[in-house]
């Protein structure tokens, strides 16, 4: 079935850089295409950010895109998320995310959730 | 952009109620909305995909329907277990994926 379990979060002030990781076991993490998703308190959630399973491809949303970095390390069964520029509004809960696969198809849902690391920036 | 609507916002019921929570998409997405499930302290639980395809281990209690710009989700008895928020998400428009703002359901 697959377990996420993400790391790295605390309280960081604006401006600084965090990176938050997230290691995968009981799956061909290679196989899948991964993500990260943020949920800020009270709210939603938000995609941030996509990777394919060689890390080749990569797409962010607008409201990250140049600040952070998305990364992985297929031997070590391991995703990543750099970032930088921090601001107050990127307060939340990250979470590793699974992409859903159907057959040969890749779809953008998520069936495989972390239990989250949570970020706050604050002075 | 292309914006998701869910309501209600929270909807109060008791064990044993059908409820059935509705999501707007701004444009048509097809049938590419998924469902997710999520309770205090939990991630986010995967229950429906493509509208209406029911996750393995999710109770037939749950379905989904809908296309284009309507959706619908129905519990149709519900267990004390179903407490939580819900959430829609869009999977058609490519690097958007946003999710619905929620639909608390609460014990009435």
């Known amino acids: 079935e697959g377990q996420l379990v993400e790391s790295g979060g605390g309280l960081i002030q604006p401006g600084g850089t965090l990176r938050v990781s997230c290691a995968a076991s009981?799956?061909?993490?290679?196989?899948?295409?991964m993500n990260w998703v943020r949920q800020a308190p009270g709210k939603g959630p938000e995609w941030i950010s996509y990777?394919?399973?060689?890390?080749?491809?990569?797409n962010y949303a607008d409201s990250v895109k140049g600040r952070f970095t998305i990364s992985r390390d297929n031997a070590r069964n391991s995703l990543y998320l750099e970032m930088t520029g921090l601001r107050v509004e990127d307060t939340a809960l990250y979470y590793c995310a699974r992409q859903g696969r159907e057959g040969y198809n890749s779809y953008w849902y998520f069936d495989l959730w972390g239990r989250g690391a949570l970020v706050t920036v604050s002075s | 952009d292309l914006q998701m609507t869910q309501s209600p916002s929270t909807l109060s019921a008791s064990v044993g109620d059908r409820v059935t929570i509705t999501c707007r998409a701004s444009q048509s997405i097809d049938s590419l909305l998924a469902w997710y499930q999520q309770k205090p302290g939990n991630a986010p639980k995967l229950l429906i995909t493509k509208s209406s395809s029911l996750q393995s281990g999710v109770p037939s209690r749950f379905s989904g329907s809908g296309s284009g710009t309507e959706f619908t989700l129905t519990i149709s008895s519900l267990q004390p277990n179903d407490f939580a928020t819900y959430y829609c998400q869009q999977y058609k428009s490519y690097s958007q994926y946003n999710f619905g703002q929620g639909t608390k359901l609460e014990i009435k």
């Open positions: 009981g799956f061909s993490f290679s196989s899948y295409e």
């Open positions: 990777i394919s399973g060689s890390g080749g491809a990569i």
